[in-house]
């Protein structure tokens, strides 16, 4: 069965060796997830490897465990001493290990979250990640605190805090090759609408140079105007731009701004000239 993004970051957490004091502040993280019924506490884990990582932290803490069902731990949690614990990389990928979830390094948005089973632990853990900008939110889902955020640049600062460099730099090559292909996107859909866009007024200034050629409106332009005219009916695949940087090439060198000015004065000119056209059919 393929490996979630989820289960790469866990086992990427389990594979990592600890003393005792850290593996104390991990399951310290693993307890914040879980309700608790007086001293005991009760983990459900579906996940065998870490099911089997879990029970060796208790056995190397010397804490014994029951198993009413393959999939559940119950322990008592007296006597553990977490004065002192700090809420740091150990604690949080206790968290993670036991309630977090990412969704896949292929979707289309990004969605990391952590879930607690009660409200006091969810809002301790939102405000000492948000003193580092994190940005978690926090909302109820039926008997559950769910933690999340959204945002790119917080996932892979949480992935660096809990020390999943390996997943972090999975994620942010993913984040890299994204990136590129949207470049990619944007630059073809543009070049395609740039495309569409000179398509369209190629079609419009060969319209109205014909129609002066065919009304003899020659002498409403300048001899330069019309060299212009000429020389662009000659050149339909180029920009103003680069009719410009050509006529600089032919020592006639004209701005792209004299050269919008041209066709400006080709459309107005023809413009004015069917209306008045049109008013004299009018008045007979």
Known sequence: MKSTFSLIIKNEIISRKLNEKEKLNLLFGILATTQKTGDLVTLIINNNEILNYVQNILSSLKISFQMPQKNKLVFSDEGLNFLGCPKQRDYFSGIFLIGGSINGLNSSSYHLELKFLEQEEAKEAQQILNKYNFEFKLLKRRNSYILYIKKIENICDFLKAIEAYESYLNFEEK???????????????FDFFNQERIAKLNSEFIENFEYVKSHNLFDKFSQNELDFFKYKENNLDLSLQE???????????????????????????????????????NKH
């Open 243 to 281: 009719l410009s940087k050509l006529l600089v090439k032919e020592k006639n060198p004209k701005s792209k701004g004299t050269l919008h000015h041209y066709l400006k004065k080709l459309k107005d000119v023809v413009k004015k000239t069917k209306e008045e056209h049109r008013k004299n059919q």
């Open 175 to 189: 984040k890299i090759e994204r990136d590129f292909s949207n470049n990619i996107n944007r630059l073809t859909n």
